[in-house]
């Protein structure tokens, strides 16, 4: 098992900054992938980007590349999502993931565990 929870979510305008964070426990990280996801209101849940925890090989969906950054502490088991030039659109809850094999994913579906989300509400 391994236990995800979340935190750095809140209110920001357009145009600013957030770190997202996510602490793990329960079991070392080596060959599993870690992932950000997002749902905002009356729509699925969305792949924001991950990481191959041991490669440090990171992938981005075409919506955030360019403004969001992932980045590790392996010593610390924590996982990040730097968010820079936040738009309204970026408003949803917004949940860490993590699953078996080092590849990561787009679709939720295959991850099998969860942190419990933080929300991120971006103003215009």
């Known amino acids: 098992q391994v236990q995800l929870v979340e935190s750095g979510g809140g209110l920001v305008q357009a145009g600013g900054s957030l770190r997202l964070s996510c602490a793990a426990s329960?079991?070392?990280?080596?060959?599993?992938?870690m992932a950000w996801f997002r749902q905002a209101p009356g729509k699925e849940r969305e792949f924001v980007g991950g990481?191959?925890?041991?490669?440090?090989?990171?992938y981005y969906s075409d919506s955030v590349k360019g403004r969001f950054l992932i980045s590790r502490n392996n010593a610390k088991y924590t996982l990040y999502l730097q968010m820079n030039s936040l738009k309204p659109e970026d408003t949803a809850v917004y949940y860490c993931?993590?699953?078996?094999?080092?590849?990561?994913?787009?679709?939720?579906?295959?991850?099998?565990?969860w942190g419990q989300g933080t929300q991120v509400t971006v103003s215009s």
């Open positions: 990481v191959d925890w041991s490669a440090g090989w990171t």
């Open positions: 993931a993590a699953k078996g094999g080092p590849q990561v994913h787009f679709s939720y579906r295959v991850y099998d565990f």
């Open positions: 329960g079991r070392p990280l080596n060959n599993y992938a």
